[in-house]
Antibody, heavy 120, light 111 residues
């Protein structure tokens, strides 16, 4: 079955960096686009970034553009989110999610999330 | 403020029908992009509930239905059950943002 497992979260000081990982299994990873979605404590869902199945195109929310970088390694079935210049408002649970091909960002499978806390 | 607007909360008695609205604009729902709905219980990841405006993934009870008209969409829950207490989010694509957008979420309470 489809499985997405995020890791790499933790407590980090403002201005520092963190890299999140998402290990995918149970499906043909290189056939699917992937997204990162975050959720601040007690708040709603916020789309963060999207990467095409082959990594050829990447898109970002304005709130993270220029600071975050989404990438993937199809040989390892891994998705990444490099987060630089972190701010307190980046504190959130970060989910990786699979995009169903041929749809407009339909996220049909989600990981359990990894918590990022930005605090001094 | 979210790009897509949802009511913060709705409530209903067991067995009743409740609806959740999701209002967008000409760059997202109104432009013809599909709307998807997700259900989220406290402390867990969201789960796809409705896709392509009105389709249910396998395993989702037919008590849940979705519709779309113009720049808005709706999620209906008929025969409300206690287990339906959760947060519900709509999602679409926005051409001006070149990315996905979510509604602010609606908490459904069974009273």
């Amino acid at each position: 079955q489809v499985q997405l497992v995020e890791s790499g979260g933790g407590v980090v000081q403002p201005g520092r960096s963190l890299r999140l990982s998402c290990a995918a299994s149970g499906f043909t990873f290189n056939a699917y686009g992937m997204d990162w979605v975050r959720q601040a404590p007690g708040k709603g869902l916020e789309w963060v970034a999207d990467i095409w199945y082959d990594g050829s195109n990447k898109y970002y929310a304005d709130s993270v553009k220029g600071r975050f970088t989404i990438s993937r390694d199809n040989s390892k079935n891994m998705l990444y989110l490099q987060m630089n210049s972190l701010r307190a408002e980046d504190t959130a649970m970060f989910y990786c999610a699979r995009v169903r091909p041929g749809t407009t960002h339909m996220l049909d499978s989600w990981g359990q999330g990894t918590l990022v806390t930005v605090s001094s | 403020q979210s790009v897509l607007t949802q009511p913060p909360s709705v409530s209903g008695a067991p067995g009743q029908r409740v609806t959740i609205s999701c209002t967008g604009s000409s760059s997202n729902i109104g432009a013809g992009f599909d709307v998807h709905w997700y259900q989220q219980f406290p402390g867990t990841a969201p789960k796809l509930l409705i896709y392509g405006n009105s389709f249910r993934p396998s395993g989702v009870p037919d008590r849940f239905s979705g519709s779309k008209s113009g720049p808005s969409a709706s999620l209906a829950i008929t025969g409300l059950q206690a287990e339906d207490e959760a947060d519900y989010y709509c999602q679409s694509y926005d051409s001006s943002l070149s990315g996905s957008v979510f509604g602010g979420g609606t908490k459904v309470t069974v009273v």
